[in-house]
Every structure is written in C-alpha cells, then in structure tokens.
C-alpha cells in the first residue's frame, strides 16, 4: 500500500511554465541538469522556477540569472500555474512526494529514470522517464512543441494520483488491511 497524500482538489492552469521543487544538493540532481533546462526553456521561452533552497542556490543563480529561484516555500501555487515538473534526482529515492504533489495537480511529470521516481511514473502514460542529460534534453524539446501532450500526460498523472494515491483511499486500504489481520489473528486463536 503507497503512501498518499491529502487532495487539493487544485488544478494547474498549463502556462508555458516548468518547475523544479526540492533541496538544492547534489542529491536531488539540479546542478547536473539546470543548464539543459535553463537553456530549453529560454530557447522556447518557457519561465524555469526553482522552488527550494540549499547549498547549491547562490552559485546556480549567479551562473543561470533567467531562472526564477524563489527559495523555500510552499510550492502550491507554483503547482497551479506550471505544465511541468521536474525530478531530477541522482541517488536512489524511495517515494518522492513531489511527484505525488505534481501528479494531484495534473503536471506533466519529468523524471530521472532511477529508483522510487520509476516506479511512480510510468512513461509516455503519466509522465516522461529520462536516462541521461541527453535524452531530458530531447524530451524537453519534443514536450514543449506540444501542449497537447503536456495536458495528456498531465490528465493521466491526476487520474492516477486519484486511483491509487488519494489519502482517503490509501487509509482506506491500509485500515481494511489492518481488520483482515486482526479477524485472521482471531480465527487463528480460536
């Protein structure tokens, strides 16, 4: 049973607007990928928002001045206007929430094709899977020639986030679970 989290009922409004949300260490990937982005989104005038901060920040924004770096914050209101998110991650992640977070607000997802961020995001479904700098590049370039796809995509991630990531619906689960064990464990001891 996933962990889930509580809807917002909270749509995006699909402007020509890419996001990227978490702590701004090696870790979570930024600084391998910001230039591809920062350049692809200028090229096609797309606005690139950094939400988070870390020790990374001061010298990305001196080096990438036409991407908005708006520091730690709650990312909602980012989520409602962007098309897309970013998850860049390099080590391992088990679940990453943000996705979850892009997902109930119908963003087209981006993701490093590595650990927990491939197994929420199932390509050219609800979202995109890249394997190198390379093939997010190619990605990018294809997505953003094509709000069509964005919305598809992005439609797909919410419905899916409605099935199997809801709260309500993964408490639901795990307190039918926990009734399925205690009636067991009572037929098992009588």
């Not at 910001?34 to 920040?57: E, K, L, Q, Y």
């Not at 098309?83 to 860049?88: D, P």
């Amino acid at each position: 049973i996933p962990n889930g989290i509580e809807t917002t009922n909270s749509s995006t409004t699909y402007q020509n607007t890419m996001i990227w949300v978490g702590a701004l260490t090696t870790f979570k990937g930024l600084p391998s990928v910001i230039g591809t982005i920062a350049n692809i989104s200028s090229t096609f005038g797309w606005r690139f928002i950094v939400v988070g901060d870390g020790p990374h920040r001061a010298n990305l924004e001196l080096l990438y001045p036409h991407v908005d770096f708006v520091g730690y914050q709650d990312p909602s209101p980012y989520y409602k206007e962007a098309s897309i998110l970013i998850v860049s991650s390099i080590g391992y992640e088990n679940f990453p929430t943000v996705i979850l977070e892009g997902m109930q607000h119908g963003l087209c997802i981006v993701g490093h094709n590595l650990g927990g961020i491939a197994e929420l995001i199932r390509h050219n479904e609800t979202g995109i899977l890249y394997n190198s700098v390379d093939s997010l590049a190619e990605h990018l370039q294809l997505l953003l020639g094509n709000h069509k796809q964005i919305r598809q995509l992005g439609s797909s991630a919410k419905s899916m986030f409605s099935r199997k990531y809801d709260w309500d619906i993964c408490f639901n689960r795990y307190l039918n679970l926990y009734r399925e064990m205690i009636s067991n464990s009572y037929l098992n001891n009588n």
